[in-house]
């Protein structure tokens, strides 16, 4: 009885077909940062305050400069988190247009200390010091309304939870293909759909439609690339197609920063889904799966093109394909499988354990590295490459000495250097270049991403194949998104908070009116 594997040793593991069929997967997992991290560009909040306008007539009428309106009009700028809030939230309660305001420090007149002046919420909207826009300035996402946009995280990531759970007996009843190129399709749409949403609560949905199908795809694309290749490049592939993820950070960092508008963003990120819809004609259907279903002759076909793109031919003897035993049998997989024996009950829990803890730490440091100061995308871009040697440490480390040491290793440091930077004096990290603050942050984001990915190829291996995938992968996965719901987005401190420089008091004028609907 021949095997797949059988075969792929003699007309190429990991040869011309293989790595074409790579190339492309790799395209698919790149293109899911926007999704997984997208709200770090989409959801930027900038520094804002209250517009008034009786204080802008006021300003125009004065001749003040930007700096002097700020110092006049906004109460509570300070640097402590208190007048943080004042400067962005409150406004002075004053009829700015009674003749008897001075122009220079008009509101001495009312009060000699304004600290007893009325303090008020905003009521007209906010200016935005950006020059572009994002979801926060286009639907006022700040002060009473901050929590929407830590809803819009945390929507996309129920929507993860729910397409990783449905995806495995999706995979396994109607094929890989088929269920890729669905997921595709509607990510597309769902994507260009949220770019023109004409309100909070349509993005929403069509976020969440995102979220469902996107990490599934990604999860069918890496079962695809895993079934296509030998045995022994298995886990090469596997730390490849996750390596494609850490390029499209890197990608998405430079479009953020060519396109600062959130719509055009949108657009741009999800275009490449609907070239995706191309893979029709490029991937075939998993042979592996096709057999599994007993259709033989459509796998040996498929094994034949792939034979023929690798410029071998299929042996005589090798030609009569047979399924397993128990190929024919619907596995009927169960959450008890998971926790059936004490050995694999033990193993389960771990991996749950640490799937949590890698997710709420690695997608935090994602949104606040800290190691360039105010420029966001120089923040982004740089620690996205601190997870290039997470890769090189696993590839050199995995065979040598196993998953468990390095991995055992990593979470050590990742909690030590999290940890470490609490007993750092706040002194030491003024400057921008603070040794200390950039290794503490730079070693938690390699840690993390070293222990993230070893916790995904881990659960793949623990567990058999299919169930791994259909299921292992994913009840292992289940408390991933809920660690993600933790994380709130817009209340999340730098790691290095002292390093921020004083902001040079230039204000773009993108006035947002308060009575817009948010629904």
Known sequence: MSTVDDILEHIGEFHLFQKQTFFLLALLSGAFTPIYVGIVFLGFTPDHHCWS????KLSQRCGWSQAEELNYTVPGLGPSDEASFLSQCMRYEVDWNQSTLDCVDPLSSLAADRNQLPLG???HGWVYNTPGSSIVTEFNLVCAHSWMLDLFQSVVNVGFFIGAMMIGYLADRFGRKFCLLVTILINAISGA?????PNYAWMLVFRFLQGLVSKAGWLIGYILITEFVGLGYRRMVGICYQIAFTVGLLILA????????WRWLQFAVTLPNFCFLLYFWCI???PRWLISQNKIVKAMKIIKHIAKKNGKSVPVSLQNLTPDEDAGKKLKPSILDLVRTPQIRKHTLILMYNWFTSSVLYQGLIMHMGLAGDNIYLDFFYSALVEFPAAFIIILTIDRVGRRYPWAVSNMVAGAACLASVFIPDGILVSLSAPPCVTLAASSRLSSSTVSRTSGWSSHWLYLLWLALSLGHLCCC???PKGRLCLRPSRMPRICR???KKKEK???LQVKQADRPLS
């Open 53 to 56: 306008p009786g204080a802008a």
């Open 121 to 123: 919420p905003c009521e």
């Open 193 to 197: 759909l949220m770019a023109i949403s």
């Open 254 to 261: 430079g479009v953020a920063y060519v396109i600062p508008n």
């Open 284 to 286: 075939p259907e998993s």
């Open 478 to 480: 289940y408390l991933r």
């Open 498 to 500: 002292g390093q921020e």
């Open 506 to 508: 230039r204000i773009y």
